[in-house]
């Protein structure tokens, strides 16, 4: 049995009749990640022991009678700046490299109360800032279809790690489409949710009007049944929304006429320039699937995308200047000695801090300065608004939107040296949706030269539904929607 | 704007990062690039539109003045680099 | 010399008073062991995210309608980025751009004149956590150690309009804003604590000019006294600078209590804080229904108190400030009353003896075991004629150091006074007796001679003697014989 290539929903079912236990699941995990990933490098950390011992205890419930989660003894791959009590937590950055948190994050215990089975904390760039995981302390992690490849960023390391069949499903967190592009990248789903219906507290701040934690998944069973784990609020978070959490398996019919009469719109900003031929091609193959299905897919405007990346790029900065300010060697943290304390202040966060996340400090510390602060930051404040309006008014016409994920498949590592605006570039088509804390799902759509095409559907804000119905529905009539990296997996 | 070497060296100073020689040139040179790129936000048209520093409207989320045990001593200094009697220890402050 | 006029602002952090702090639930205890005190959020650890305390707000909005100020209907936390090693997010939350409380103001009085003196704002922030030197000052130390304790517990700032002109005014602004904040309940105000702390923007220009000179700050002030004297030596400076034809430099200055100087201090930047709206804290909407429950629960202020005092009992205006000048003396005078109605002996009793005792001992009220109750007794043995006033106060002594009931220590001690003539007699004879020349002076008309007599027979009963009864009986005896 290929274990490592079910999905959730299937081990969970073979959990649950006894044929597999979950000691057996963890170690054929283990054994896998023992096997891939000293090519892959997806992992910081793998939680072999604490893996074992969790897993053994979900075996005695289950065998003691009691009633387990769907998500019980399944593992995982936690993304590394999200906070696991007692499991390092790195955020990929020699800064952080000993730094054990007191607590989970409260994503980190809704899982464990589920029972998911931590295996090991995946990779990405440094606090978040990338789109390559290429601007990690550890490694770069590489693309399971190709080893010279990208897996994308920052959320690499989850992505590569379910693509591989090293975790069932994987956490990570978006600010920019951290966990969309990489999904598209790598050819699995990735959802940023609504921005504050998944509680940050204990995720590691990047940007934190920005921030949102999601699921890696492999169907949109699993993803519903992920998110419905995590979403809802957190008392202890007061960016978490007050809403009830709706159960999103229910979005999953299988009656093939679900999206009949759904509008779907396709934003032309986002069709007119640079997708590659590839892309292109199966994104209107989805199209036409979709029409074929019973949506009418039409045209519609966001006219401030462009600009919108901007908006994005002068707030991300901002805001992680100074949420990356508490790493100054007193508390927590490297600490590299001087001769006073401000001294001590420089050269820790001199040394402690990769060349991406110094630029981004730098730049924020500029944007946010008095001299530049209404040119900049408030300016981008009110691209944001226009940005809003935008996706409000095309969604006065239409249910949802449909975009390319990413403009092209993952670059070849190679051809990405040196390009300071790469991650404004390769999240150009994920920007604009964290920009306005909108939902948007990116789901793997079939290959262009062998390797991963994905698209992207945005929703209204809390309408996670709606993205599971019309991604469930292609998932249900086509085979482009689980692109698997090794051929001879599939046996 | 233009960015000078002397600007980087403001901005790191700022953001408190010790930057060597070769850092100091290259951040010229991409900061200058990422500044240039940010001249786009200038070409929209913002008048009568408001700032929004957040993107879904949230008020008055408050917890109740009840006081809690805080962290366990062991975990406040399970990661400090140095610590004395109790506290944090740090380098001279002048 | 030209004549010159002092521009005086004061910035006054006050710590609310609260269970719990600003944006988590770590207790706000005072004098508690180093970091037993602190979690993730007041830690500034990685993730970690806080809520907003409710009665912190309903605090500084309480603050704000006592200083007569406007309520801002919507209001936000701003962040205030600048690295020290007390501050563990490496920014502080605070409201820049938008304060809760606004324009209000508060009447002083000094040398029997009132002022108003305006505030300009008041707004919530946190508190950074405690520097200690470890073996000397700031300057001396080779390190120090950092205390979270106080990290994140909640502050009102109160910044005034740079309306003071002197140290003799910043000390009444500061003690009538202390009566204020302590009658609502909104801090312990205790400065020796840390619970108040204030700084002093200081600068001078010709008198009758309007032009702002170059001011200082003056900082590490730790009495309302000190932040007097620090002012005086500080005008005084900065005349001496103008008068000698230079300038006065814009600095941050400490002030040294023993050497009763300012000092310039070293390496304070003045860093561009970078301030923007919080993206991590929801906006805060207050109603006016809300702002209005809140207003009911003021309780009576200083000012008030203090008219209703001269109004409703007749105390002097001096008597009416100073005992309405703390809650605690004010809640005295109160009780005192309502067990003995003499207003103006209360007022003289708690002015000379009660006062004089708390100073030299260097006590509060709180502290002292003396209670209105106590008092009102020994006002009544007094006016019974059970002991003399000048007993009185040697009872009150010990009333004010053992607690004990008045008549407790009177009967214990044999203090009752004596005004039986049949006991007065022996005495006054052998007083007689012993002093021929008084007895000579007075009959010759030396009026005064008398008062020495009294004194005789007040010391030979150790002051027993009911000096009125005395007085009459030595007279009779004397214009008779």
Same mark, same amino acid.
């Given at each position: ?68 989660? !769907? ?345 990405? !040296? ?74 | ?94 | ?6 521009? /005086? ?90 304060? /809760? ?36 000052? /700031? ?206 002996? /209360? ?135």
């Amino acid at each position: 049995m290929q274990l490592h290539t079910l999905t959730v929903h299937q081990l969970s079912q073979l959990l649950a009749d006894k044929e597999v236990s979950s000691l057996e699941l963890t170690q054929a995990y283990l054994e896998r990640i023992r096997q891939k990933d000293h090519e892959l490098q997806a992992f910081v950390t793998v939680t072999g022991e604490q893996a074992l011992a969790q897993a053994r205890l979900v075996d005695e419930q289950r065998l003691g009678g009691e009633e387990l989660f !769907a998500l019980a003894g399944i593992p995982m791959a936690v993304q590394d700046n999200i906070c696991t009590a007692g499991v390092k937590t790195t955020c990929a950055s020699r800064m952080l490299s000993h730094y054990i948190p007191p607590a989970d994050a409260t994503v980190m215990g809704r899982l464990r109360k589920a029972g998911s089975v931590l295996i090991g904390k995946a990779n990405l760039d440094e606090f978040g800032i990338g789109s390559s995981t290429g601007h990690s302390a550890c490694p770069d992690t590489r693309n399971p279809f190709d080893l010279r490849a990208v897996p994308g960023g920052s959320g690499g390391g989850a992505a590569a790690a379910v693509a591989a069949g090293e975790a069932a499903f994987a956490l990570g967190s978006d600010t920019g489409g951290d966990i969309r592009q990489p999904a598209a990248f790598c050819g699995v789903i990735g959802l940023k949710p609504t921005y504050g219906y998944v509680p940050r507290t204990g995720l590691i701040s990047y940007a934190s009007s920005l921030d949102q934690i999601g699921p890696f998944a492999r169907d949109l069973k699993d993803l519903a049944l992920i998110l419905k784990t995590i979403c809802g609020h957190d008392a202890g978070d007061s960016t978490s929304a007050l809403l009830e959490v709706s159960d999103f398996r229910e979005s999953l019919s299988n009656d093939s006429n679900d999206i009949k009469g759904l509008k779907i719109g396709l934003p032309k900003e986002y069709f007119a320039a640079g997708v590659s031929p590839g892309v292109a091609a199966r994104l209107q193959e989805a199209i036409t699937k979709l029409e074929e299905l019973g949506a009418r897919c039409v045209e519609v405007t966001l006219p401030h995308t462009e600009v919108a990346a901007a908006a994005h790029y002068a707030l991300s900065c901002a805001e992680a200047s100074s949420n990356l300010a508490r790493y100054d060697g007193v508390r927590y943290g490297l600490r590299v000695e001087g001769e006073d304390v401000q001294n001590m202040f420089m050269k820790t966060r001199g040394q402690g801090f990769g060349s991406a996340v110094k630029r981004s400090i730098m730049l924020g510390t500029h944007v946010l300065s008095s001299a530049h602060y209404d040119d900049y930051y408030t300016q981008a404040l009110k691209v944001r608004t226009l940005n809003s309006q935008d996706f409000a008014q095309a969604f006065e016409q239409v249910d949802c939107l449909l975009t390319p994920a990413t403009l092209t498949t993952a670059p070849q590592k190679s051809d990405l !040296a040196g390009d300071s605006l790469a991650l404004v570039h390769s999240h150009r088509c994920t920007l604009p949706a964290n920009l306005a804390g909108l939902p948007a799902l990116s789901l793997p759509y079939g290959l262009s030269e062998g390797m991963p095409v994905g698209l992207q559907l945005i929703g209204r804000h809390f309408d996670e539904q709606t993205l599971l119905r019309v991604a469930y529905t292609l998932e249900q009539n086509t085979d482009q929607t689980r692109p698997q990296p090794n051929p001879a997996d599939r046996k | 704007m233009k960015i000078t070497p002397k600007d980087v060296e403001r901005l790191a100073f700022v953001s408190r990062l010790e930057l060597t020689d070769e850092e100091k040139t290259a951040y010229t040179r991409s900061l200058q690039e990422s500044l240039s790129y940010l001249d786009l936000l200038k070409q929209a048209d913002t008048t009568a539109v408001e700032a929004a520093e957040r993107v879904l409207p949230m008020i008055n989320l408050f917890r109740e003045d009840k006081a809690q045990p805080g962290l366990a001593s062991e975990l406040v200094f399970a990661n400090a680099p140095e610590e004395e009697d109790g506290a944090f220890k740090v380098p001279r402050i002048l | 010399m030209s004549t010159y006029e002092a521009v /005086i602002g004061l910035e006054v952090h006050v710590e609310l008073k609260t269970q719990s702090k600003l944006f988590c639930g770590c207790a706000t205890e005072f004098g508690q062991e180093p970091n037993t005190q602190v979690c993730p959020v007041c830690l500034g650890l990685p993730g970690s995210t806080g809520v907003l305390n409710k009665k912190v707000v309903e605090l500084a909005v309480k603050a704000g309608l006592a200083l007569n100020c406007q309520i801002g209907l919507t209001t936000w936390f701003d962040r205030k980025n600048y690295y020290y090693p007390d501050l563990p997010k490496g920014y502080q939350i605070s409201q820049v751009f938008r304060p /809760i409380a606004a324009e209000g103001y508060l009447d002083i009085e000094v040398d029997g004149r009132s002022k108003r003196i305006h505030i300009t704002r008041a707004h919530m922030e946190e508190d950074p956590g405690k520097l200690v030197h470890s073996g000397g000052s /700031i300057t001396t130390s080779h390190s120090s150690c950092v205390d979270y304790n106080r990290s994140g517990i909640p502050l009102i700032e109160i910044v005034s309009e740079p309306e003071i002109r002197s140290g003799a005014e910043a000390k009444a602004y500061l003690e009538k804003l202390k009566a204020i904040l302590e009658y609502t309940g909104v801090s312990d105000v205790k400065m020796e604590q840390g619970s108040l702390r204030c700084d002093a923007n200081v600068s001078v220009r010709p008198a009758g000019t309007t032009a702002l000179g170059t001011k200082t700050e003056i900082k590490n002030m730790n009495s309302f006294r000190a932040v007097q004297r620090a002012i005086e030596y500080e005008v005084a400076r900065q005349m001496a600078v103008l008068e000698d034809g230079d300038a006065v430099i814009q600095e941050t200055r400490g002030w040294d209590e023993n050497k009763g100087i300012t000092l310039a201090m070293r390496n304070k930047e003045n860093p561009d804080y970078r301030c923007f709206i919080d993206p991590e804290l929801p906006h805060i909407q207050l109603t006016p229904e809300w702002i209005e429950e809140v207003k009911a629960t003021l309780p009576e202020l200083p000012d008030a108190r203090r008219k209703r005092l001269m109004e409703e009992h007749g105390l002097p205006a001096y008597d009416a400030g100073i005992i309405t000048s703390s809650l605690a003396l004010a809640e005295f005078f109160a009780a005192a009353l309502e067990k003995f109605p003499d207003a103006k002996l /209360i007022s003289n009793w708690m002015m000379g003896e009660l006062l004089r005792l708390l100073n030299a001992q260097a006590m509060e009220l709180s502290e002292a075991k003396v209670t209105p109750d106590v008092l009102a007794k020994l006002l009544e043995l007094i006016k019974k004629g059970t002991i003399s006033n000048k007993i009185g106060k040697e009872v009150f002594e010990l009333m004010f150091k053992e607690g004990k009931e008045p008549e407790e220590i009177v009967k214990e001690k044999g203090l009752v006074q004596i005004s039986d003539a049949g006991q007065l007699t022996q005495i006054l004879t052998e007083v007689i007796a012993r002093n021929p020349k008084s007895v000579e002076d007075f009959q010759a008309g030396k009026e005064q001679a008398i008062g020495f007599l009294v004194g005789q027979v007040m010391k030979a009963t150790k002051g027993q003697a009911n000096p009125g009864v005395v007085n009459t009986m030595l007279r009779e005896i004397l214009t008779k014989g």
